[in-house]
């Protein structure tokens, strides 16, 4: 019970840097939109930790909680690169960006 | 008359860049190459057969290249933007068909395709299998109605060259700006072209990475 609301508290501290980030304008609507849907995934996994565990030993999965967790660690590492992922291709479009302004600037 | 404007993006075309723009120069009022920093003499040779030439400092892809020449051809106040591949793969005397539909103000841009009836002598593979999953892409997914899904050459007025920015910077492009066009309920036409393969181009990897490329830079929007 402890661990879940740890958990919770985690993810709600994401969701608000979210909010926050999409307020500044840092991120686009469909970036916040994928964020808060993953977020929303994972609470919603956390709050239903049982049900969940049961569906994980019915799909054949041991039902220890240490194998869970190296489920959720893999899961954790692919949202991490896929993060990164979106981080490079917006550092390739800024350089993008910045390689056209140097090419038009003397030609303007 | 419209002022007309040819954007032919160029990485590594010293074989083919003089002829491009010597078979074009009739057609058109400027031609802008955007050199994107090729490794050859590509720069120079543009620059000597008579063409405004552009040099990216770094490489970054055609898409990155046609946006260049599109900003460029838009400040120096062009009507018309014809989009030409540096290869020598399109035939220059096509971009009075090309045209015809702007001047007369029937479409706001228009797509060059394949499949209307002209030869375009199309490499067996891409006529019976990269081609045919392209289409079910873009016009299942994308929601594209047009005969050829991967088309570079085109001609946009300048209205449709305003509203479209391209932010693709490799291959994905060509998508891109079919999707923007029907996003943004454009006018289109779409006009027989004629192609000639000098090399295979685009293969079946390359369509996932433009896939990959296209889902990424909607996230990113």
């Given at each position: 019970m402890l661990q879940q609301i740890i958990a919770l508290v985690i993810i709600i501290f994401f969701v608000t840097r979210l909010f926050k980030q999409k307020t500044k304008q840092e991120i686009g609507l469909n970036e916040f939109r994928l964020w808060l849907i993953f977020w929303s995934i994972a609470a919603v996994a956390i709050i239903f930790i049982k049900q969940l565990d049961y569906l994980v030993v019915r799909l054949g999965f041991s039902g220890s909680g240490i194998n869970f967790l190296i489920y959720l660690a893999v899961l954790a590492l692919f949202y991490l690169v896929f993060r990164l992922r979106l981080e490079l291709a917006k550092t390739d479009r800024q350089l993008t960006e910045l390689t056209r302004e140097i090419t038009l600037r003397p030609k303007k | 008359m419209p002022k007309?404007?040819?954007?032919?993006?160029?990485?590594?075309?010293?074989?083919?860049?003089?002829?491009?723009?010597?078979?074009?120069?009739?057609?058109?009022?400027?031609?802008?190459?955007?050199?994107?920093?090729?490794?050859?003499?590509?720069?120079?040779?543009?620059?000597?057969?008579?063409?405004?030439?552009?040099?990216?400092?770094?490489?970054?892809?055609?898409?990155?290249?046609?946006?260049?020449?599109?900003?460029?051809?838009?400040?120096?106040?062009?009507?018309?933007?014809?989009?030409?591949?540096?290869?020598?793969?399109?035939?220059?005397?096509?971009?009075?068909?090309?045209?015809?539909?702007?001047?007369?103000?029937?479409?706001?841009?228009?797509?060059?395709?394949?499949?209307?009836?002209?030869?375009?002598?199309?490499?067996?593979?891409?006529?019976?299998l990269i081609y045919p999953l392209a289409t079910v892409f873009t016009r299942y997914i994308l929601g594209i109605k047009l005969s050829d899904p991967q088309n570079g050459f085109r001609a946009l007025n300048r209205r449709a060259a305003e509203i479209i920015k391209i932010a693709n910077r490799g291959m994905a492009h060509a998508s891109e700006i079919q999707t923007k066009t029907f996003k943004n309920k454009l006018r289109v036409a779409e006009v027989p072209i004629t192609v000639i393969y000098h090399h295979f181009g685009q293969r079946l990897s390359g369509g996932f990475r433009i896939m990959r490329d296209l889902l990424i830079h909607k996230i990113i929007k």
């Open positions: - | 007309i404007a040819c954007v032919i993006p160029a990485y590594n075309e010293a074989r083919n860049i003089v002829r491009v723009i010597t078979e074009v120069r009739p057609f058109v009022d400027d031609i802008i190459v955007v050199d994107d920093c090729s490794t050859d003499d590509t720069f120079a040779l543009a620059q000597t057969a008579g063409a405004q030439v552009l040099r990216h400092p770094i490489n970054r892809g055609q898409g990155a290249a046609l946006e260049t020449g599109n900003t460029y051809a838009l400040d120096h106040n062009a009507d018309i933007i014809i989009h030409f591949d540096g290869d020598g793969q399109f035939l220059a005397s096509e971009i009075h068909d090309m045209v015809a539909p702007l001047l007369s103000d029937s479409a706001d841009i228009v797509f060059g395709s394949r499949f209307l009836g002209k030869k375009a002598n199309l490499p067996f593979a891409k006529k019976y």
